[in-house]
């Protein structure tokens, strides 16, 4: 497999703050370049580099650097240079921008974008700024159905599957490419792949990727290292979650209402999903939502009604890692029910279905986990589960389970649990 960094950029988002090249941005000790040099394989990577390349050169050459360093002496954008690497039809190529701090398992990407026998798979997860990020729509399948740049509507309404910048190519891909020309990743090599028909495909991951390309965000990645979101050392370590229930917890519950909309948030969601996301905490959201089985809304309505809500925490720079929902209901004989959903399933609370999937997807240490619901079955699946309930916003079920604490809503445990 061909590594490729791309450090050309000028930086301009920087420049008020360092005039160095951001593959130099320094963390601790440690430089990103350094990092780089350190996660892959060294006479794997090839450096391609524009703006100031010589002095990055001068100091790969210091560290005795065994890849391949280029210079470009007209900038080619984000995707024109690839086209040299076409040649090397039966490889496939790690594309990562060189102005991110990362620390991800390449074997696990690598296995992913095989299996899907992809031609191009993007690295994706949701940020706290989707709105200015290149986001993806995917099927169950996790293949791409649609690509939206940053130059969008703004009222526009999707998941917050945003690209990371790193990317797997098959490198016959590059074919695609005009030689010599300045082109862009996303507009002249990815978008025209969906529209081809080429197989493009999603990895979600809830790994470290983060760009550090604007001065909030370096120093949001200094913060994140002393909090352990991001690890030098660690690898493979499991991760820890807080599950979520999603009516009565992030959004109000209307009793007797067929479906409770779930950007109803309460206030304070936002905070403490903030507070969150910079923990070391992922944030799933588990969801019986029986109004499907029931007739009452679509699996179609309920999923855009997911996508807006994701599109409005977004807005407010917070997000959920992933979203769990069960659309099935037991009690068959109901007028207007939708029958494939009607069944006794294994994921409907208080069934720990939906929090083993998780698990698996995220690799997932459920001990040291938290279910955070309001309701008995949200306990019961937490018990089942081997995570530790919180009940909030119901203080009958909190003397009943003979909780502890008692906590009026989701910023009360957030709080309690996250220090600082
Ligand atoms: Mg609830």
Redesign the pocket.
Known sequence: MKIIILAGGKGTRLQKFSKKPKIFLKFGKTRLIDLYLKIFNNKDINFILGNKGKDIKKYLDNKKFKGKVIIEEKPLGTAGYLKNFQKFSTEDVLVIMGDILTKFNIKKFLKFHKKKKSDISLFVHPNNHPYDSDLVDVNANNKVLRFYSKERKKDHVSDNLATAGIYLFKSKIFKLLKKNKKQDLSKNLIQKAIKKNFLVYAYKSAEYVKDVGTPERYFQAIKDIKNKKFNFSNKNKKNVAIFL?????LNK?KKNFRYSNPCNFYPKVFSSLKKINQSKYLSILI??QPAVAKGFITKSYLEYSHKKMQTELGKNNVYLNDIFYCPHHPDKGFKGEIKKFKKNCSCRKPKPGMIFQAQKYYNIDLNKSYFV???I??YKAAKAAGVKPIIVNNLELTKKIKQKKTFANLGSFANSLIKK
């Open positions: 229930d999603r009516d009565g917890v519950e969801t019986n619901g309001n309701s079955d949200d």
